[in-house]
C-alpha cells in the first residue's frame, strides 16, 4: 500500500521517531513527490508499505503523532478496498 503524508506531518513523525526503530526505517524510505493541486505545486511524501509495517506506524502515530493517523487510516482502507 501507499502511505501518503504531506510534508509537513511527515517531517513531523520522522522527528519523533527513535532512528534506531523500524518505523523510522520504513519512514526514511519515503519518496517525496510533487504535484499539482488546485493550480498549485504540493510535496508529499510516499511510503511503500506492507500491511503489518503500516500497522506498526498507526500504532506508533497514534502513541507520538496523532497528525499522521489520518494518512495511514485513509491508506489501511484503501488498500481493503481493493
Not at 40 to 69: G, M, S, T, W
Amino acid at each position: 500500500m501507499v502511505i501518503e503524508f504531506p510534508i509537513d506531518n511527515y517531517n513531523r513523525f520522522l522527528t519523533l521517531c527513535d532512528p534506531a526503530s523500524r518505523e523510522y526505517e520504513i519512514l526514511i524510505n519515503g519518496l517525496i513527490v510533487r504535484r499539482s493541486k488546485d493550480g498549485r505545486n504540493e510535496r508529499v511524501v510516499e511510503i511503500f508499505a506492507q500491511k503489518q509495517d503500516a500497522q506498526l506506524l498507526l500504532v506508533l502515530a497514534n502513541k507520538i503523532c496523532p497528525i499522521a493517523v489520518s494518512a495511514i487510516t485513509k491508506a489501511m482502507s484503501l488498500a481493503r478496498a481493493v
